[in-house]
């Protein structure tokens, strides 16, 4: 039963006596207000979780041919500052620790680290 054949019946049947009874039971008998309708739609739920697995899988980074993990070694800011050809060791070094400096053409930056080769400090220093 569409909704335009309830509301012509509804119309009918409020003329009539006892019409919110029959308006009642017209209502509840149609199947929009049935309880066994399907909570799960199957077809949007299947790719949705098929495309988090992957997304998962990939997110911890692991190859499906072998199942290992990659594990690649993270250069330090200390290292990768040292081999600059830009960067040479600064003369005044705060604390016993070691301090890189860095000369632009208007500018001077240096680097301080720590013992562990933790950057600490930095600071410009207009040349000009």
Do not use: C
């Not at 240096?110 to 562990?116: G, H, L």
């Amino acid at each position: 039963m569409t909704f335009e054949e309830l509301f012509k019946k509804a119309e009918m049947e409020i003329r009539m006596d006892g019409h919110k009874d029959k308006l009642r039971s017209a209502l509840l008998e149609n199947d929009f207000f049935s309880e066994e309708k399907e909570v799960w739609d199957w077809k949007v739920f299947a790719p949705s979780l098929a495309l988090s697995l992957v997304l998962v899988a990939f997110s911890f980074n692991l190859s499906f041919t072998g199942g290992e993990v990659k594990n690649s070694p993270v250069p330090s800011f200390y290292s990768v500052m040292s081999n600059n050809k830009n960067v040479s060791p600064a003369t005044e070094s705060a604390g016993g620790g070691n301090a890189l400096q860095m000369v632009d053409n208007d500018s001077k930056t240096v680097f301080y680290f720590n013992e562990r080769n933790v950057l600490v400090h930095s600071e410009v220093v207009n040349i000009r």
